[in-house]
Nanobody, 123 residues
Framework: QVQLVESGGGLVQAGGSLRLSCAASGRTAGTYRMGWFRQAPGKEREFVAAISRFGASTYYSDSVKGRFTISRDNANNVLYLQMNSLKPEDTAVYYC????????????????WGQGTQVTVSS
């Protein structure tokens, strides 16, 4: 079993930065692909970024490419999302996920999910 706990969310002004963390317990280091998704009020959960098992490959949605960076520390079982140049439309609950994820942008391919952390970007 894998448990995921996100942290690092908060309120930030447009143009600012935040770094989200996702602490994983259980056997995740090098076992699963991991990703970040987000869900804004009234909208479906959407893909943000994903990373391969050992961090060699990363993938981003077009809306965050060039502004967000996903990384992982397998030695400490932590996933990160560095978010720069934040925009009000980035406001959402951010979730980390882990799984075999053949399609790394497909939330249905992830078996394990955290509870989410709120990110609010003011204009």
């Amino acid at each position: 079993q894998v448990q995921l706990v996100e942290s690092g969310g908060g309120l930030v002004q447009a143009g600012g930065s935040l770094r989200l963390s996702c602490a994983a317990s259980g056997r995740t280091a090098g076992t699963y692909r991991m990703g970040w998704f987000r869900q804004a009020p009234g909208k479906e959960r959407e893909f943000v970024a994903a990373i391969s098992r050992f961090g060699a490959s990363t993938y981003y949605s077009d809306s965050v490419k060039g502004r967000f960076t996903i990384s992982r520390d397998n030695a400490n079982n932590v996933l990160y999302l560095q978010m720069n140049s934040l925009k009000p439309e980035d406001t959402a609950v951010y979730y980390c996920a882990a799984g075999l994820a053949r399609d790394m942008s497909n939330l249905a391919d992830y078996a394990y999910w955290g509870q989410g952390t709120q990110v609010t970007v003011s204009s």
